[in-house]
């Protein structure tokens, strides 16, 4: 019994085995591309309704619309980074004009636009950001300034 119990252990572990197959290698078909879009919320203690626009280092936009959560996303292909981001929109009839930074690094990551991204990009810039925003060839920030 003890032998027949044996047999069937090894006849499960080698079928196992076989049917895992082999290679080992990554098939550079089916490599995860790099992410090429900017998304997060738009919002001032609600969500902002209008729209996104995100421009290069180069001066080229591309915007998309915020949905009725705050939400965007606008693919960057095509605009080089570092991007300078605008919402341009409304909250209960007020009309916001909030901006944000973001760098390669953060593409496919969150990147909000609020009063609070507003102010630091002020602050980093060393200008009122839509001036910053507005500029035809603007210094790029440094990341440990966008920290501090």
Same mark, same amino acid.
């Given at each position: ?7 069937? $252990?090894? #006849?499960?572990?080698?079928?196992? +085995?076989? @049917?895992? &197959?082999?290679? %080992? *290698?990554?098939?550079? =078909? ?46 960057? $292909?095509? #605009?080089?980074?570092?991007?300078? +981001?605008? @919402?341009? &929109?409304?909250? %209960? *009839?007020?009309?916001? =004009? ?16 609020t ?16 001036a ?11 990341p ?5």
């Open positions: 019994m003890k032998s027949l119990f044996s047999l069937l $252990t090894a #006849l499960i572990l080698i079928s196992t +085995l076989a @049917a895992c &197959g082999g290679g %080992g *290698g990554s098939d550079p =078909q089916t490599a995860v591309a790099a992410p090429t879009t900017l998304s997060g919320t738009a919002a001032a203690g609600a969500p902002i309704i209008g729209q996104v626009t995100v421009k290069g280092s180069l001066g080229v936009t591309k915007t998309a619309l915020i949905e009725a959560n705050g939400n965007y996303s606008v693919d960057v $292909t095509g #605009l080089t980074a570092p991007y300078r +981001l605008r @919402a341009l &929109g409304t909250i %209960g *009839g007020v009309q916001y =004009q909030l901006h944000s930074y973001a760098e390669a690094a953060d593409l496919g990551n969150t990147v909000n636009i009063p609070f991204t507003d102010l630091i990009v002020a602050n980093a810039a060393g200008q009122i950001a839509s910053y925003f507005d500029a035809a060839a603007p210094t790029d920030i440094p440990a300034d966008l920290v501090a």
